[in-house]
């Protein structure tokens, strides 16, 4: 039976398990429950708390003024729960009768740890944050976005979990974020973890312009851009042990689902939102260096074109700033933010409706980013059996890139690598260097157009089914298309712009088709022994299918600008690749929960990945995992006046990840060939394969408490984590006699990770005139390459090394031992030397809320990364790879001594037989300390009083405003633009190349409810 056969069959038993009702069940009386939900403390309502059935997915979400209604509840004794992050969570009981509608009122107390939360991702059984062996951190994104000045979902991530680590490839607008998520551990695959919205998995990853011939690093588009932040609910991070059950073997780097708003059953009310941004970015705080050189006899002389020298003396240092003479490259950039958003509910029904516009220009020329985003979703109670949610979103970027980052032709790349001894003030100065380090100039790099057009639709479907109240179903099925369109454009000049035949113009362009599917399904029997016991036992299946295909055409040589299209070129050129891949497993997990306050998890999933070809092997991936809520025990009871809440809570598991589709299978390069004349199709070998390939295992330990302080008023959640991945895939050379192009892979060495997460959440102060809310955390991280197999050590990353014992891709140079004044030259070490981590070992933030009078609210955030290095290469350039160097630290021989100089610049020698080392090879000098603080997150929030808003329409609900700022300073020793910046998308790199800056924002935001 095919594959699509098998899925097909699958989904068929599935949704006959779900929808084969009895027709008398159909039928059944029914009751209702509705109320209001309260703040304990203050009385005032309480908005957007899930107010759910307890033990099933049938739930609610009350409205503006705290009110919900749940709908079509069986008759008899029926447990109520809500649920909202800051407030503990509340349970209560309501005797529901046939026909007639039952008052519960709900009230809920302020805390900042609770243990009764529900986790709607990676969980399975009893899903209460208390009964989960591993942690997953939660991110509110309505919390985040009502002050933080988040444009992205990663800026909704940064510095708020935990063990999550985001880095910038570039200040550009539109451009990628790395994401880590307890470091990383694989060298040939992704570190990047898994992204899901809503049970569906996207096309998660980044997208090159260098696939089209451009740049790389900052030049890598983000799909995790497409999505609005505004359209989101919440954010689950899964780290640990708990991914790889529910979400397979590919969740080795960690998980992250996307949970966005849904509609308010039997609220029977209508909300609409507005929101209102108005921005500005620039680069003002950065400081573009100027350029030097000594003037020469040429150049001074009283016939020189060059202004600088012209009339000076031989020798003289002067300089020139390309990029401030030409004006108005630095730019400052405009955001125009725009939302709309609908929510309410019927008697069954629930809806949400979202629009969404962001349309802003960046600090360098051709820097745009322009979102449109459509997302509806519905849900819907059938009967008191099953409910359905159904979400579609629509999604259209178009992201413009300047050409730039690791481009030496670039607007920095041409500025900072110029030389002043090429001004000239002749009438053909256009046609020149004129102090850029090419013919680009200004006008030339801004006719350069780069940029991807995205069209993209993601759709879910959920059916949740409980034939029981034993016996539950839930089923996701979904799919994410995405069609893109990245285009390098030269345009036909007579000027020389850019050499060859690319002045005569220069079209390419690759159109992807990407889509991937989604079909999962779990069960979970509940039974109840006796008051003190009770089992879970889940079990389930999910598939995923992923197919991208990508055309690529070319076309050089165009009579007009008008007229760029491929077609119209007097050379054309193409290809296609295709790639297809299936993954499909089945999982099962028992808990066992005793008193509800003592639990232990047992699970398994069955993975199998087409990536190994039709003979896939099977991979098992354990479970096990306990938690304890101590705290609720009789014996703890003294310590509850200081310790209010605790539970302690380890797990152990395994994760793993498949090599790339086709990597473990022998395969042949198509060539022509032409013996007798006549030209033929043939092939030669191309990838050895190997048949015994298999996925990387990670074993992982993740122990912890969770502990509340105070009354509540402190929590502190304490995790440390151990994984150790073997079997890594690494290409293992062979001699190149035997006719393969490309080493295969095999099964060689092992990685650890391990470290410490802290997270600690207080309420300083709260009075009913002034609130101070503090949140702090921390992480550390251990990266060791374990062992390599007995493969030797190999370059990893631009200047990165794998050795034993090291940070995996190290950064490493040939060290300076001693300076030999007498003959002018540095000794260095034979051998290449680690000269610094590549991942901070250390990672902490602090965030301050200040409320005052409940109307003014103001967020301070600082976080820091420690104990990590950046390759400089853009001073390397500047000071080592240009001649003559345009860096005045070079030039200028009164700013370090003889010695100094030499250490820094040589000439180099080995130190086991005197021979010359480029400085290629010891390039120490460029390899700074990265460590820094970051005053990342200012802002300022006023929120209209209601008796106000009332006045000018009953029909506001609410209203603020507010004023924010995003890296408002930086203090650090590093000497280039930002440490935070990594120009490689490598996983292995830690590289500032030509890079721009991370811009400093100031939003000013209105916020509407009515």
């Known amino acids: 039976m095919s594959y699509r056969a098998k899925v097909s069959r699958l989904a068929a038993v599935a949704a006959s398990l779900l929808f084969a009702l009895p027709a008398s069940a159909l039928q059944a009386q029914t009751g209702t429950i509705s109320g209001k939900v309260t703040d304990a403390a203050t009385k005032t309502p309480l908005a957007d708390v899930r107010v759910v059935i307890s033990g099933t997915a049938f739930e609610t979400t009350t409205n503006r003024e705290g009110e919900y209604r749940l709908l079509n509840v069986r008759p008899g ?63 509110s994104a309505a919390d985040v ?27 550009t607008k539109g451009t990628a974020t790395n994401i880590r998520i307890r470091g990383a551990s694989s060298i040939n695959l992704s570190n990047q ?54 979400y397979g073997a590919d969740a080795s780097a960690g998980v992250i689902q996307i949970i966005t708003k849904k509609g308010r059953i039997g609220s029977n009310s209508f ?130 890139l300047p050409i730039n980052d690791n481009s030496i032709f670039g607007f920095l790349g041409g500025a900072l690598l110029g030389s002043p001894l ?85 079209n390419l362009q690759a159109n992807t088709g990407a889509e991937r599917y989604t079909f999962d399904y779990l069960g979970n029997m509940k039974k109840q022994f006796g008051n003190d016991w009770e089992t879970n036992f889940s079990f389930g299946l999910q598939t995923i299918s992923t197919r991208t295909q990508i055309v690529q055409s070319r076309g050089i040589g165009f ?100 090599p790339n589709p086709g990597q473990a299978l022998e395969t042949l390069a198509a060539a022509s060939y032409n013996i007798t004349g006549a030209t033929g199709a043939g092939s030669f070998l191309s990838r050895q394969g190997n048949p015994d390939l298999k996925p990387e295992r990670g074993t992982e330990f993740e122990a912890g408490l969770d502990a509340g302080f105070f009354d509540n008023r402190m929590s502190l959640e304490l995790t440390y984590f151990r994984k150790q991945t073997d079997d890594l895939i690494i290409a293992r050379p062979i001699p190149p006699s035997l006719g393969y192009n490309v080493n295969p892979l095999a099964n060689l060495g092992s990685v650890l990770n391990a470290g410490t997460e802290v997270a600690v959440n207080l309420q300083a102060f709260n009075s009913s005139n002034f609130r101070w809310d503090v949140r702090g955390a921390a992480n550390t991280l251990k990266n060791e390459l374990t062992s390599l197999g007995g493969q030797a050590p190999f370059a990893l990353g631009p200047i990165g090394r794998t050795l034993v014992g090291q940070q995996v891709g190290v950064m490493v140079a040939k060290k300076v031992q001693s300076v030999d004044l007498q003959n002018g030259r540095a000794v260095v070490t034979d051998t290449l030397t ?27 955030m600082i976080d820091a990364k420690a104990n990590f290095v950046v390759y400089n290469n853009t001073r390397n350039f500047r000071e080592a790879q240009i001649s003559p160097a345009p860096s005045n630290i070079r030039l200028d021989t009164t700013l370090f001594s003889r010695e100094e100089r030499i250490r820094r610049y040589g000439p180099f020698v080995s130190e086991k037989d005197g021979s010359a080392v480029p400085i290629n090879d010891a390039r120490g000098t460029f390899i700074e300390e990265g460590d820094f603080i970051r005053f990342r997150e200012l802002s300022a929030t006023y929120t209209v009083p209601t008796s106000l808003t009332s006045k000018v329409s009953s029909r506001f609900q609410g209203a603020s405003v507010t004023f924010a700022m995003q890296n408002v300073k930086l203090w650090t020793n590093y000497s280039g633009f930002d440490p935070e910046l990594n120009a490689q998308t490598n996983a292995f790199g830690r590289e500032d190349f030509l890079t721009a800056p991370i811009p400093r924002r100031a939003v000013l935001r209105f916020n509407l409810t009515f």
């Open 834 to 860: 680690p000269m610094g981590n590549l991942f901070p070992t250390l990672e902490w933030n602090l965030t301050n809320t200040f409320t005052i009078a409940k109307n003014f609210r103001v967020t301070a």
């Open 145 to 171: 976005i009502k002050d933080a000045p988040v444009t992205n979902v990663a800026n909704m991530l940064q510095s708020r979990v935990p063990g999550v680590s985001l880095s910038s490839s570039s200040g």
């Open 193 to 246: 973890p898994l992204i899901f919205v809503d049970g569906v998995r996207i096309n998660e990853g980044q997208s090159n312009v260098a696939q089209t011939g451009g740049g790389v690093g900052g030049q890598q588009f983000d799909r995790f851009n497409d999505l609005n932040p505004e359209e989101i609910e919440s954010i689950e991070v899964v780290k640990g042990p708990a991914a790889a059950t529910l």
């Open 77 to 139: 004794l029926t447990g109520v729960s809500s649920f909202r992050i800051g407030y503990k969570a509340k349970q209560d009981t309501a005797r529901v009768v046939a026909g007639q509608t039952v008052t519960l009122d709900l009230e809920m107390t302020q805390s900042v740890i609770n243990l009764s939360e529900v986790v709607v991702t990676g969980t399975a059984g009893n899903q209460e944050r208390k009964a989960q062996a591993a942690l997953v951190a939660s991110v």
């Open 271 to 400: 909300q609409q939102t507005l929101r209102l941004e108005q921005g500005q970015s620039s680069v003002d705080h950065i400081t573009i260096p100027d350029n030097y050189a000594r003037c020469t006899a040429a150049t001074v002389a009283a016939t020189s074109t060059n202004p600088l020298c012209r009339g000076q003396a031989v020798g003289t240092l002067v300089s020139d700033n390309p990029l401030a003479r030409a004006g108005g490259v630095f730019r400052t950039g405009q955001e125009q933010i725009f939302n709309y958003g609908i929510r309410g509910g019927g008697q069954s029904y629930g809806y949400a409706l979202s629009y969404g516009s962001d349309n802003s220009t960046g600090t360098l020329p051709n820097e745009a980013f322009n979102r449109y985003n459509v997302r509806t979703n519905a849900n819907f109670v059938a009967n008191p059996k099953l409910n359905v949610e159904v979400g579609l979103g629509l999604v259209q970027t178009n992201t413009q």
């Open 559 to 658: 009579v007009t600008n008008n007229n760029t299209s491929i077609n119209s070129a007097a050379v054309t050129t193409g290809s296609t690749s295709f790639v297809e891949q299936r993954q499909y497993g089945y999982l099962s997990q028992l808990q066992l929960g005793h008193q509800n306050k003592r639990f232990v998890q047992l699970g398994v999933r069955i993975d199998r990945n087409s990536s190994f070809g039709d003979e896939s092997p099977t991979f098992v991936l354990p479970k096990i995992g306990g938690s304890w809520a101590i705290g609720e025990e009789d014996f703890f009871m003294p310590l509850t006046g200081v310790i209010n809440t605790m539970r302690v809570r380890a797990a152990w598991g395994t994760t793993g990840r498949s």
């Open 422 to 506: 090429t001004r000239t003030d002749a009438p053909n100065a256009a046609a020149s260097q004129d102090g850029w380090y090419s013919n680009r100039h200004v006008n030339a790099i801004k006719s350069v157009g780069s940029s991807l057009l995205t069209k993209r639709a993601m759709s879910s479907i959920t059916a949740n089914y409980a034939p029981t109240s034993w016996f539950t179903n839930r089923v996701t099925g979904g799919v994410d298309y995405s069609t893109e369109l990245r285009t390098l454009f030269y345009p036909r000049n007579d000027s020389l712009w850019y050499g060859g035949q690319t002045d005569g113009g220069d």
